[in-house]
């Protein structure tokens, strides 16, 4: 699932990025670095389209799924809903809003619906937050990644299976299974209560529904099943329960349907329950000796990590009950009164997934490097984690090489090239590069990658001829190649690559891009603004707009603008 984030934040940049421009001029108040994160859980969780955008969707993201995964509440607070309001008027301004959205001025209005709403549950995280302050400036809890930090930047590449197969192991997880099964006994409208949830009575039920012993209990049954309530509270993270009015609580209209059918839908609800993780941790009559276990099962969790996947359950046990002792006073106590915690924080492990055990060893499966690898991200700890290279797709494997240097980016090439033939390589990479024409640096890379491989690539070279943005690419090398009858590179095609090197250089920086029209020197310069805003180029205007923002000489700037205005005025 991290891969697929990766992609889709690839797939967004430049969009986002042309927004930011776009904001400079526009909405100069808005902060249109506060989009980015809404505009990634928007296209991640709501919609394959990012120009499709729904009132009901815009609530739910802003009012669901921001508070989960905000970094910055304060910021948010004040400014993330201007800034997506101006990106949603960038949207609907440039054409990107998509035909079956909702009108601008209604998802306006749903802006100031939720507002009040937004800023109470982003001032609720902020007091969380500093009521939290203090413990964690003591050091934090044994599931602390910022621990190791060092030790994982230093860990070798980890290599993520493929979704389609996390998505059948996440059909299979037991926990899933008796969270959805106790979301459908519980029903529509079921009322609880406000000391208990469930009577005793209605406790025993529900026991038997998700499969759980009926403990011994000297007074109140509902206080004796903390295994129950973990289920529960599994279920509402989930999203199968969700709480109502009047101390109601109702089983949502999917949760009959899992597993789904969807690969997408299955990781994503896994995902929405892999904080769960902490539920494995150690209950203890104390709340004190509770405490100074909290975070065991992220330890066992990382240990496991840095350790290739597989430890020794008693050199397990031994460490944790140490690093317990080294990090609280009553650690060593609270072991103790446990009797065996890391029973309970393997079982949950094992119940979602995320690992296996046997023979004395405790190994991570494919579903729980996924998951800790997605933890130690939230922490905002880097490790290298990549799809494995006999699942990687061209997309990913162009995506994912344009974010590491060069001597990486050629061995997962080579790597990737090994596993196929080379005619065979070159058609998925430029189908890959064909996906997004707005997406200059993916269509580079698989360019230069296809260009290497001579005369087998000349049938996909063919075939790119009739991608409108891969036609310069090919006729270029098809010429090289002296292919018979292959056509001539034009002017147009020139001018095409040209401006795909200039939006891959305004990507890297106002630096990078000032530095590559400088050099090109003003009399050309102004020769190409007279005929290059021609060109159906999907950055065509904003790199016309940005010429002349940054362009220090005063003709170009001017002429820049003038070739901006013609752009326009063709596509008006």
């Known amino acids: 699932m991290t891969d697929r984030i990766e992609v889709a934040a690839t797939e967004l ?25 809404a505009v990634l859980w928007h296209r991640l969780a709501f919609s394959q389209d990012s120009g499709t955008w ?18 910055d509440p304060d910021s948010a607070a004040d400014g993330m809903l201007p800034a997506v309001d101006a990106y949603l008027t960038f949207l609907s301004q440039t054409g990107r809003l998509a035909k079956g959205s909702d009108s601008l001025d209604d998802l306006r209005a749903e802006l100031d619906d939720v507002e009040d709403q937004f800023v109470e549950l982003m001032e609720e995280l902020l007091d969380d937050t500093e009521d939290t302050g203090d413990e964690e400036e003591e050091g934090g809890d044994l599931g602390d990644f910022e621990l190791f930090a060092d030790e994982l930047a230093e860990l070798d590449t980890i290599r993520l299976r493929p ?14 299974a008796k969270a959805r099964d106790l979301a459908l006994w519980v029903g529509s409208g079921r009322r609880v209560g406000e000391d208990t949830l469930l009577s005793d009575a209605e406790v025993e039920e529900a026991l038997g529904v998700v499969g759980l012993p009926r403990p011994e209990a000297q007074g109140s049954l509902a206080e004796a099943v903390p295994q129950l309530w973990n289920i529960w509270n599994l279920a509402v993270d989930l999203e199968f329960l969700e709480p109502g009015e009047a101390n109601t609580v109702a089983v949502q209209d999917d949760t009959s349907e899992w597993p789904f059918d969807d690969d997408e839908d299955v990781l994503d609800a896994w995902m929405l329950g892999l904080h769960s993780v902490d539920y494995g941790d150690p209950e203890l009559a104390d709340d004190d000796l509770t405490m100074a276990l909290a975070g065991l099962t992220r330890g066992v969790l990382v240990r496991l990590l840095l350790a290739g996947g597989s430890r020794d359950l008693d050199e397990l046990r031994r460490e944790l009950a ?28 094992t119940g979602y997934g995320m690992v296996t055990v046997a023979d004395g060893t405790v190994t991570l499966t494919p579903l729980g490097t996924e998951g800790v690898v997605h933890l130690v991200d939230d922490s905002d700890i880097e490790v290298d984690a990549r799809p494995a290279i006999e699942s990687m797709s061209a997309h990913e494997l162009l995506a994912l090489s344009a974010e590491l240097p060069e001597e990486e980016a050629d061995a997962e090439f080579a790597a990737w090239m090994r596993l196929r033939e080379p005619g065979r390589a070159a058609e998925e990479l430029l189908e890959a590069a064909a996906e997004d024409e707005s997406d200059a640096l993916i269509r580079v890379q698989a360019a230069s990658v296809v260009g290497a491989l001579g005369e087998a690539a000349i049938p996909a070279w063919q075939e790119a001829l009739k991608q409108p943005s891969l036609r310069p690419y090919a006729a270029t090398h098809l010429s090289h190649l002296n292919v018979p009858d292959a056509p001539e590179p034009t002017q147009d095609d020139t001018h095409w690559l040209i401006l795909d090197m200039w939006t891959i250089s305004a990507g890297l920086g106002r630096a990078e891009f000032v530095g590559s029209v400088r050099d090109i020197g003003p009399e050309l310069l102004n020769s190409l603004l007279e005929v290059i805003w021609k060109i159906p180029h999907a950055h065509v205007e904003e790199l016309l707009d940005l010429i002349s923002q940054v362009h220090p000489d ?11 205005f013609r752009a326009r005025s063709a596509t008006s």
């Open 13 to 37: 940049r430049p969009l986002l990025e042309e927004f930011i421009l776009w904001a400079s001029t526009n909405a100069p108040d808005s902060d249109p670095e506060l989009v980015g994160p």
């Open 163 to 176: 979704d389609t197969e996390l998505a059948a192991a996440a059909r299979e997880v037991p926990l899933i």
């Open 554 to 564: 005063k003709q170009v700037a001017k002429a820049a603008r003038r070739a901006l």
């Open 322 to 349: 140490e690093a317990a002792a080294d990090l609280d006073e009553l650690g060593a106590d609270a072991w103790e009164a446990a009797d065996d915690p890391l029973t309970p924080a393997v079982d949950w492990l």
């Open 54 to 71: 729904k009132r009901a969707d815009l609530r739910n993201l802003l009012l669901d799924r921001m508070p989960k995964v905000v970094d």
